[in-house]
């Protein structure tokens, strides 16, 4: 580790911790103190045999060794008491991802690190994170416009939750989809208005239990409050083995598209897209690279909690300001 | 004017200076103090007749009401003076786009603006600009990657008026084309090497002279260094009536894709699209968002040259950072 490298340390070691792991490999300023898990360290079986494992209790004596913690904990157990928690000690770095309860985690953040002189970059990652970067740019942009996020293809956790959870389902995983009709419709820049159903399908592969009713199972599914019933959704059934080989990736991704005009004749249309083999490896890459502006902005005495419309952009950068105008403008 | 609002000058008037006009009027926080312009005020036509125009030689006299001046000549023969001079005088936002002096201009805009307390944010639009921050944040995400930009389909002026000087040529245009086989190559995430010929097609709309050599004139074209022998160019032979009536948009775009690996086994891909229908209109709408952010950093106490890099993204939208972070994020 020499003198120069951003010190960074790993709270919660599942995917999204593991996605950490890997992206640090990839970031030769940053160098990796070790992970932190509420598990047995010796059963944690890491990316590279030369991670450390600690238990995550061991924190607080990482203080003056750690830059950076990055939390891979979960939006809904975790975060909302580790992020204050950690924010007193370290600068932080998190996904937290429940957008509704945003603003109330961002001020639960943001007095401890005020208090401790440390800087808490909350709701990092691709959405919210990148995506919301290209609503605001979009909107600031274009302010006579309209903007349309879509997701996928991609795998949704709670969707495929749901499907298990129906009799007669031993397993199975659902996609969300955009919908190319709806975005060919806004990509044509005349702001249509759709719903989220006109602009999502979903789709879903299930295993069966054996003798379970399969067009029961299709109809349980597909009338689903809340997250079926409202969309086109397909059912597949497949054998267990389809689903081992050919749905075990986390793929992701979308679209947020703004289209505007700056004048009566004139149509403008933004478009950024994500298309994601990884979903939790992404995520991962992007909590690293603002964990370099989270080191810089505490560097500069920036305190608090901040989010991604904060930090401007050649934070995030390894190359210096110069470097960045010379090479990339 | 009420008293919130950002005060904004124009200096220059012409497709640039008109977006500018026609962009602030979409902005309900600025109020637009005059354009100022070297022809002879009264033979000036604005989009507004409410519209002020001044010469520009009294622009000192509104030091003190402006708080922002949008600088809309041309980086060859404007910008290069006007851009130091004006920085010693106002907080100014520009769209230097000759990539390979932003260096040397940055720091003949940096040392007037820091001496004077003014704000100076340079090489602000579209490309440099948006496409520059996609390609910071691209690799900043995806640091294993490769990055690639492709323009159009857009009206090239520089080539339009190497066309104009071939002997038999009357009028023309010419639109720079991205290669549809190369951006699938490069969408699948594969990191192709591509140059700028593989990348791109050239296709020249072209007015004969009376009695003009057809034949040898597209002969001149294709073989001309430079602009177009290295390019797959295409030359089609139209009227004048047709150059008037389907040639007079100026529309551009294209896109900055950014593709890596966050591990062996996961590719990403990350794309910025622009389509637009009015070049000029899009880089003032730009202009116009930044404006809002030099007035802000100036108010901060943030004082010299800056580039899109610097800037958070929260400092461009009309909206205050809680509002941001409850409706965007």
């Not at 007193?88 to 961002?106: C, G, K, L, Q, W």
């Not at 690190?113 to 990148?130: C, E």
């Not at 083999?277 to 890459?285: C, I, K, Q, R, V």
Request: glycine share 8%.
């Amino acid at each position: 580790m020499s003198q120069q490298q951003i010190r960074i340390g790993i709270a919660g070691y599942g995917n999204l911790g593991r996605g950490v792991e890997a992206a640090i490999a990839r970031n030769p300023d940053m160098a990796l103190v070790g992970v932190f898990t509420r598990r047995a360290p010796e059963s944690v079986q890491t990316l590279s045999a030369q991670t450390a494992v600690h238990p995550i209790a061991s924190l607080p004596d990482y203080r003056d060794a750690i830059d950076v913690l990055i939390l891979c904990g979960g939006s809904k157990d975790d975060l909302p008491h580790q992020g204050p928690e950690m924010a007193a000690m370290f600068n932080t770095v998190d996904s937290f991802d429940t957008h509704a309860r945003i603003p109330e985690y961002f001020a639960s953040v943001d007095a401890p690190a005020k208090a401790n002189g440390k800087t808490a970059l909350i709701a990092i990652g691709w959405d919210p994170g990148m995506f919301s970067l290209n609503r605001l740019y979009g909107e600031a942009l274009l302010p006579d416009g309209a903007t349309y996020t879509f997701w996928g293809k991609g795998l949704s956790q709670g969707h495929s939750d749901a499907i298990r959870r129906v009799p007669g389902v031993k397993a199975g995983v659902q996609y969300t989809l955009p919908s190319p009709e709806a975005i060919k419709q806004v990509r044509s820049g005349t702001r249509p208005e759709l719903t989220t159903r006109q602009k999502h399908t979903r789709e879903c592969h299930v295993v069966l239990e054996e003798g379970a009713d399969a067009a029961a199972v299709e109809q349980a599914i597909v009338t689903m409050p809340d997250y079926f019933a409202d969309y086109d959704t397909s059912v597949n059934f497949i054998s267990e083995e389809t689903l081992r080989t050919e749905h075990n990736r986390m793929p992701h991704g979308g679209f947020v598209i703004r289209s505007g005009n700056t004048s009566e004749a004139h149509t403008q249309v933004i478009e950024y897209a994500l298309q994601l083999d990884s979903n939790p490896e992404f995520t991962a890459s992007v909590l690293v690279a603002y964990a370099r502006a989270a080191c810089r902005l505490n560097a500069q005495g920036q305190y608090g909690a901040k989010t991604a419309f904060d930090i401007a952009p050649g934070l995030l950068s390894i190359k210096s300001p110069a470097q960045l105008r010379e090479e990339l403008l």
